[in-house]
């Protein structure tokens, strides 16, 4: 992938302890964001696609704890000075806030909590959830929740974070934004939520966005103006985002490259264009398989992947994909866990079909 990368994740593994053991949801995970680019994460349900996103805004639940691997957020060099007002007012710096401040930052070495933490997550790095209900708070109207953000991270003048609120409204699209910015959240429909969501993930200008399935519940016509305003709002702030979806369609129309998930990891990655027309993967090629297309005979039934995904529980040995695959190579797909091998310019695949997924060592991997 392009060198100049807003987002290094590298080996991420993210474990959940729970009364019946460990879950490991994540098992290695790969990704560089470019500067500028929107980065697709597509998979099933219960691929790791959202732990990605919380474990980079670490906003885990407390039962899971980053095990191993690095989130490194390359920060621009024109705003190192903006870190944020959160860090200056949390009395004198510490060693760790002044390394936050002179560049490349490693989010899994930093606190949650910590001052450090704060000033990245929603000033630099900011997230729109899945549910606009579940995310806003029923209490407080929408522009004092956009107000919030912009007088913890830019500014501490009440007049002036509400006119900012009120320009964000704007911006995304609200119909009479000084009027939305005094209604509550149940008082809005499901787009107009969306949008508010937009308008405060954005208030701060941040460098990164990711959007956690931002359009499931909404209907085609409001889904489609969303991922424009996705889109325009993109180029205006020349921002990366992190799109995270189930429908490859979604990621056609918005994404300049594609990572596919399952199970924890990152199997196969390349531009959009690779993607769709250069699968290597065959969990990729049954993903494109299911799509809807039109012109199809209508009675035709939609390809469908056979089987589920194994319980989090259970250990899956070699590629994790073997259970499911059509192109299951005994004794070497159920054993070996394959590397990550270079299959063109910038395209990436974990799977024993090319060469490269072979470690040296195999003979030494147990096989179970």
């Known amino acids: 992938m392009s060198e100049d990368n807003v987002l290094t994740v590298r080996d991420l593994?993210?474990?959940?302890s729970t009364p019946l053991g460990s879950v490991h949801a994540l098992n290695g995970v790969n990704l560089t964001v470019p500067r500028g680019k929107v980065l697709g994460i597509v998979g099933e349900s219960g691929c790791g696609k959202s732990v990605t996103a919380r474990a980079i805004m670490q906003i885990l639940e407390p039962q899971a704890t980053i095990?191993?691997?690095?989130i490194i957020f390359h920060r621009p060099k024109d705003v190192e000075h903006e870190t944020s007002q959160v860090l200056s007012?949390?009395?004198?710096?510490?060693?760790?806030?002044?390394a936050v401040k002179a560049g490349d930052v490693d989010i899994t070495e930093l606190d949650p909590r910590s001052p450090e933490m704060r000033a990245i997550r929603g000033a630099?790095?900011?997230m729109i959830f899945q549910e606009p209900m579940s995310s806003l708070n029923p209490l407080f109207t929408v522009g004092a929740q956009i107000e919030e953000a912009i007088l913890l991270h830019q500014t501490k003048d009440e007049i002036e974070a509400h006119k900012r609120a009120v320009d964000m409204l704007r911006r995304v699209g609200m119909p009479n934004p000084e009027g939305i910015s005094r209604s509550y959240p149940h008082q809005l429909s499901g787009g107009m939520r969306q949008r508010a969501m937009i308008a405060m993930a954005l208030s701060c200008e941040p460098t990164v966005l990711i959007a956690d399935e931002p359009?499931?519940?909404l209907d085609v016509t409001t889904e489609a103006q969303i991922l424009e305003l996705m889109r325009r709002l993109k180029e205006d702030m020349g921002m990366s985002i992190i799109f995270i979806t189930h429908s490859m369609g979604v990621v056609a129309q918005l994404c300049d490259e594609v990572a596919v998930v399952y199970l924890g990891r990152v199997v196969e990655r390349a531009g959009v264009d690779e993607i769709f027309y250069s699968p290597?993967?065959?969990?990729?090629?049954?993903?494109?398989?299911s799509i809807p297309r039109i012109g199809a005979n209508r009675k035709t039934p939609l390809e469908v992947i056979k089987g589920s995904i194994p319980d989090p529980h259970s250990q899956v040995p070699g590629c994790p994909f073997h259970p499911r695959c059509p192109e299951f190579m005994p004794g070497q797909c159920d054993v070996i866990v394959p590397l990550e091998a270079g299959v063109g310019i910038d395209h990436?695949?974990?799977?024993?079909?090319?060469?490269?997924?072979?470690p040296a060592d195999a003979a030494l991997i147990p096989e179970a």
Do not use: M, N
């Not at 593994?13 to 959940?16: A, K, N, R, S």
């Not at 095990?67 to 690095?70: F, R, T, V």
């Open 13 to 16: 593994h993210v474990d959940f």
């Open 67 to 70: 095990s191993k691997g690095q």
């Open 89 to 98: 007012e949390e009395a004198e710096l510490s060693e760790a806030a002044e």
């Open 124 to 126: 630099e790095i900011a």
């Open 215 to 217: 359009t499931p519940a």
């Open 280 to 289: 290597k993967h065959p969990y990729t090629r049954l993903l494109l398989r």
């Open 348 to 358: 990436s695949v974990r799977c024993h079909l090319y060469p490269g997924s072979v």
